[in-house]
């Protein structure tokens, strides 16, 4: 597939023309909607037709919650190789908690696609947020993890999972080694069902790295302990941070870099953002928060705001900067130059695929461009 830039006096009609690709297929990739405005700056998806990869075959999950538009997994089902639903918890003493809207209508919409449904494993707290006390009950506890894993094992072929995902994370530096532990018990017991233990990785650059997200993940331990692993190489620009791009290039290269020397490659996916933040400035840290937005959405608000698109090199990453209601703004996202600067890095390192968080909106563009330049590995 080719990619195009928007340029002033630019329309739909005079870029199909310029390119031969025919508008329902520009309208179609790029999810423009009527009447088919565009931002100077945007990049467009051009073509739609035979594949051109080089016979690479990649793994692609997406997570997805359960509230999920039928229509939108629909679209996505058919590019990914396994869909982590999030997510199951569970208490202090091993008891597993399930989500609370039913995941039965996920697991069998992927299995009808030839999809692995991941039951996904987190430590939410009553707050909703992630509970590292919570993790250090269960880790350290024998009795809650033989009941947590007695639990997994009967659920899985009982509901039509297909693996576990574990995404743990503010793991304390002292149960670094219990919980390495506790995802090799998972896998044994998980593997004698016939199907594979992944785990989420913290966006580690070094072994000491210090800060609670990563001290209590050790890349060489979860390599062993689990059959795959997920780098969550995103969220530098995050809620509460300041104004930069979500998923900047040479950070993520610095973690794949590092991840690779304590982690056989072919067991590493690559995390993808599938949203973008848009800040409203002044940025006040400890007051400013940002608002998630979905990629074509972010085109939309610049189209809106007559905003021109601007691409950062360094992050291989597209931004605007726009003012409504007499308040200045800051977005970064994503794009099919920002996706194919990250795809390049997959057979680069000899990754074995993609991991998106989340789809839960549709960014059509971004499956057709995955799909024209990998296999996507079906089971």
Not at 66 to 94: H, Q
Not at 137 to 156: C, G, V
Not at 201 to 226: H, M, R
């Amino acid at each position: 597939m080719e990619l195009y830039i928007v340029r002033p006096g630019d329309t739909v009609d005079s870029i199909a023309r310029e390119t031969g690709t025919p508008v329902d297929s520009l309208i179609y990739a790029n999810q423009l909607p009527y009447p088919y405005r565009l931002a100077v700056g945007q990049a467009l998806l051009l073509s739609i037709g035979p594949s051109r990869n080089t016979g690479r075959s990649v793994a692609a999950a997406g997570y997805a919650y359960p509230f999920i538009s039928r229509y939108v997994l629909e679209e996505t089902l058919p590019y990914l190789t396994e869909l982590p639903v999030f997510s199951y918890g569970f208490t202090a003493d091993g008891v597993l908690v399930p989500p609370l809207l039913p995941d039965a209508p996920l697991i069998e919409a992927a299995l009808a696609q030839n999809v692995n449904p991941i039951l996904t494993l987190t430590p939410f707290g009553p707050d909703g947020q992630f509970s590292n006390y919570l993790i250090t009950q269960l880790i350290n506890n024998p009795a809650a993890t033989r009941q947590l894993i007695r639990e997994l094992t009967a659920l899985l072929p009982e509901k039509g999972y297909r693996g576990v995902d574990i995404d743990f994370e503010f793991i304390l530096a002292e149960d670094r080694e219990a919980f390495a532990a506790f995802t090799a018990a998972v896998r044994q017991a998980v593997n004698a069902l016939g199907y594979p233990v992944s785990v989420a990785l913290a966006p580690k650059t070094s072994d000491d790295q210090q800060g609670l997200l990563y001290q209590g993940k050790d890349y060489g331990l979860l390599g062993e302990a689990a059959d795959f692993a997920l780098l969550m190489t995103y969220e530098w620009g995050y809620t509460y941070g300041p104004p930069m791009a979500v998923a900047p290039l040479d950070k993520v290269r610095q973690v794949v870099e590092y991840a690779v020397t304590r982690i056989a490659p072919g067991k590493l996916s690559l995390g993808i953002p599938n949203y973008g933040y848009d800040w409203t400035l002044p940025y006040v840290r400890g007051q400013s928060k940002a608002r998630t937005i979905g990629n074509v959405e972010a085109v939309q608000i610049a189209i809106q705001n007559n905003a021109v698109i601007q691409f950062d090199e360094t992050a291989q990453s597209p931004y605007f900067t726009y003012t409504a209601e007499g308040r200045s703004h800051e977005v970064w996202f994503e794009d099919v130059r920002s996706l194919a600067a990250k795809f390049a890095l997959i057979p680069e390192y000899g990754l074995r695929g993609a991991g998106y968080w989340q789809i839960m909106q549709l960014f059509r563009a971004n499956w057709l461009l995955l799909a024209d330049t990998f296999w996507i590995r079906k089971t």
